[in-house]
């Protein structure tokens, strides 16, 4: 009985039990969930909400204006061989016409002014004038430059015997288009070519350079890319690099459209040119093409070549291409080096907060310093002594012992002494003396040695600061002219051996990067071919913003902004902040994505190795 | 055979023109069968759609079946079915709403959205105009100079407000594809022409009022698949002061994936909620028809005679109140049939025992009604003629309690059959060789035919004797002077003797009653003459007793037929007769219908005698016919009478053996020995009857 009683209460407690589990689970499921397991989130790619132009045929019987009109719209549009804007031409004009000889941009847009003379009485003629400011141009190389000054070329309307229709008839050959245009159908992307061998004796790999070209946005970038990058260096940067396609070698007659299969992979079909080329040769080219298609969509991880009759030359994968050629710095750093208030050189972990002495002389502060230059090996540091006059040169080896300087300026006062110096990737320091009395820009062989003048033909100024490209090809100066204005000039080194047994080196065909900005404070490498510029413009304050090396404006938000940017470092590498001494903030710091931060109030002169 | 016996005859042909739906699908049957369909549906131009019809039914006709029979799958069916509708039809209204209310919501945001659009377009066209006025006061030949980027900037400035809410598109005013030269524009990769309605575009196109329409999105160049949008479109000026038709589109994607997750809600509850009632409906019928199923069952045990059957019973819901009443029902039924029997037993029991009680007085009244008799010649003539009249009615009550205690033997299940191999031509010959003398008196003669082989069968060959001279004597009898032709026969298992006379005949429907019990043709005449009224009954529970048939055929005028079926061995069903019942020689054989007569009722015109054969009757066909006999009067003495109750012989106890060959020589006594004195004046009196009672 007593059994059978505690069984009977036992049983509906069991239930009540049970269902209350069942009640507790449910009631999980229905609430929203406040912990759970990790997972990646996958990446949703950002919507294209870029404006597209479509272009429409003419009218029939439309007004000479409206053909115009048409005509200006079509060229802004994504019509790849600009067939819709042909039909606004008539067929001779159509015939000469080639829009992929130039493009030209207008501030504004082309503005039209009507001919008077001609224009309204006369009943088959309609001539015109297409007006603007010009900013730059892209010529058919790809290559874009700055330009200034206004625009003016001549339109002639014809109405056409047979079908009575308006038609262009005389045009200016190229395509024009206004900035923003430009902005939303091109787009700026790096082909890369191999540093030429005269000057890199070092056994290492050879040094890929960036070339910027401006290739249509919309038009199977890819293909125009590879074709481009065939066709050959821009003739800026010809003279210094080379590439290792064969003269001559272009796509298979008949391949249109290059695109990745589904392992990402791109075959590229050449002519008969490279059929015979050897293995080495071909993975430098493969690496080109790699280097160049790699920040495109879709990704591209591995290239296979072909030759004319479809063999395979070799293929190369992303992994091995770094092996070939060498993009940017030799070694990735992590530290960034800065002079701290005991003037001594002192480094710290990329994102860390505390800094430490770098071991050799220079760190233990006995000489006193104003800036300093760690090469990209992180071997060798020159520095500056604080009163810019002395360059040192020291190992960062601890305990190395503090050697003599190695150049000394005779500028009469601070300002007209040396600058901060610069390692280029072979392991050459380059500094710039600024004495009025007799202005230099030296580079010292493997930080050593006697200083050698570098000849700069057509400077007009004295060289304010110089930072060197990792690529060893490209140099960035600051200009001061003299009416005080410093402008940012990039120039093409190149190094002569054969006169004698000192080398020749020279810095050639300097060309404006930043031709808005009329007083550059600062400036640094931030990328292959992107600078990192501090400096105003005419009439007003001082703002930051990058630059590519080609003087057009990169894509992308300019850094915040930050006041009396004394100077800049920057790194190729995203992880490393970009760093900017302020004179009223110290060293601050700008991580991706966040706001200015402090680092070291009493510090000068940051940089990153190079 | 076929068209004259009532036995298995019209069940072949039966066979074949009552079941149309022949399941022995054999090529030469389908045309018979489309043949007959043909001609009764009048279905007469598809014969290719009736064979489809039947192929497609086919598989069904065990679902239909199925249907028919099961109520449970009737009744889960009809609620799902009935669920399904009602959760359709919820659902319909359901999402309805929701759609309703959600695309309510988005066009007011999209509205605000696009009129704010608009204003931001008007202003900014207004401020180009006036810096462009500005600047160009002089020429107004650069009237037209930022448009194309403008136009270009508006859309991007404008599609940036909204990252992937909405896209922007431009298209030319006029109504034609290209107006003042102005390309369309679209953001975020849309393919303005083909996104746009075209009635949208005729309707903005002509006033200045903002109008909005639902469309599809159509993307250009990318894999990205087009949906549903509401696009809301003004016309605008821009800074030259033309129009251009600016249009906003917002996509509905998010609210086509609330709409979807609202079907999916909605389907799945649905689903759940459609299953559950099935289940209901399953479990609840469940409930109820397992008991009516176990009652059905029990109620066929009861009606197969198993009275001792109950249902269980459990709990007190009503089911189990219907169970107890069932239960209830089935006891008062045992009860009473257990009664009826004890009556009916006790009937028999009085029957008999009066039967036996009255012979002892009898036996003495006997002695002295022969001793007066015997002293007749001394009477006067009157008391003389009383004497003769007393003897006589003497002799009709021996006979008659004779038969009444045989036939009481028989209800009592005591008679047994003492079967061994005989031949029936000695008995028939016996038989007509005693019926000979009456023969000579009527002027019959008696034919016997088919006696050529020996006709053996396993009998008792008094019981078979007793049946023949019965038979023999009634067709002499009421003969009416014709020949009687008795007739032998013996095929497969069975051997038959049939008995044909010409006389007055029977009437339709007495061809049944004639083995009742103290039946008469007239009940108006008293039973004073004539036989006991017991003799065809007796003989009728001969035949069963050997597992045969006593079967009566007869037409008005025409004579009748006598058939005795037996088994070639005992206890071996019967599965025909070897003669027809009805003879060749009767009218309708031979054509002449004088009568009138449907035919159809005399060919029915028999009795099935079957002591045991219930089964093979039915197998056989039509004359299975238990409710035949049930006798129409209300003899007490029936009620165990028929076919039913006469047990295949029970071990038989001493009384019944002592008792056969008493009622035997009572029995032959009244129609063998007794027979030529007796016959006479039975004769007279019965000349002109009609009656077969005998």
Redesign the interface.
Known sequence: MGADREGGVRRPVRAVAYAACGVVLLAGCATMPDSGDLRDVESTPRRDTEVRVFAIPPREGAPPAEILQGFLEALTSDDPQYATARQYLTETAARQWRPESSTTVLADGPGIRVDRTTGRDATDDYAVALTGSKVARVDEQQSYTSLTGPYSQPVHLTRDKKSGQWRIDVLPQGVVMGQSDFQRNYMSVNKYYLASDTWAESGTSTTAVADPVYVRRRVDAMTQMVRSLLAGPTNWLKPVVRSSFPTGTALRGGVTALTPDDQNKLTVPLNGKASEVGREKCWEMATQLLFTLQNLTPTVDTVELQRADGSILCALGEGRAGSVARRGPVKRSDYLYFVDDKRRLVRMPGTGTSAEPVPGALGEGVQQLASAAVSWDERTVAGVSSDWKSLFVGSLAAGSPLEPPVLQSRGKAEADRLTAPSWDAQGDLWVADRDPAQPRLLVLEQGEGKPLDVRVPGLNGRVDAVRVAADGVRIALVVQAKDDSKSLLIGRIERDDSSGDRPVVSVLELRSAAPELENVTAMSWAGDSRLVVAGREQGGVQTMRYVQVDGSTPEGSPPAALTGVQSIAASEDDRLPLVAYSSEDGIVRLPSGAQWQKVVKAGWAPVYPG | MSGDSAAPAPGGTGDRTGRPVGRTGAGSRWGRLLDGGLLHGGVQGSPVLRLFLRWVRRPLLPVMRLWRRNIQLRVVVTTLLMSLGVVLLLGFVVIGQVRNGLLDAKVKASQSQATGGFAVAKQRADEAATATGEAAST?D??S???????M??L??SL??GG??AF??VTL?AAG???G??????????VD??ASVPEELRARINGSMVAAQSYARIVY??SDKGSQPALVIGKQVNDPNGDPYQLYYLFPLSQEEKSLSLVKGTLTTAGLFVVVLLGAIAWLVVRQVVTPVRMAARIAERLSAGRLQERMKVTGEDDIARLGEAFNKMAQNLQLKIQQLEDLSRMQRRFVSDVSHELRTPLTTVRMAADVIHEAREDFDSVTARSAELLADQLDRFESLLADLLEISRFDAGAAALEAEPIDLREVVHRVVGGAEPLAERKGTRIRVVGDQQPVVAEADARRVERVLRNLVVNAVEHGEGRDVVVKLASAGGAVAVAVRDYGVGLKPGEATRVFSRFWRADPARARTTGGTGLGLSIALEDARLHGGWLQAWGEPGGGSQFRLTLPRTADEPLRGSPIPLEPKDSRRNRGLDDAGLPRGEEKRATVPVQATGDRTASARGPIASRPVAVPPTADPTALPGNGARVVPRPASDARGQEAVPAVETAGNGSEGSAAPERVGPRDVTQQGEASRGR
Not at chain 2, 180 to 189: D, V
Request: aromatic share 2%.
């Open positions: 020429t030949g650069r037209s100079q930022n448009v194309i980027q403008w270009s900037d859309v991007s599609s940036s990252q992937g896209d922007v030319p034609d594809d290209s003042g030269g102005r390309g369309p524009r679209a953001s975020g990769g303005p022409t250009k160049d």
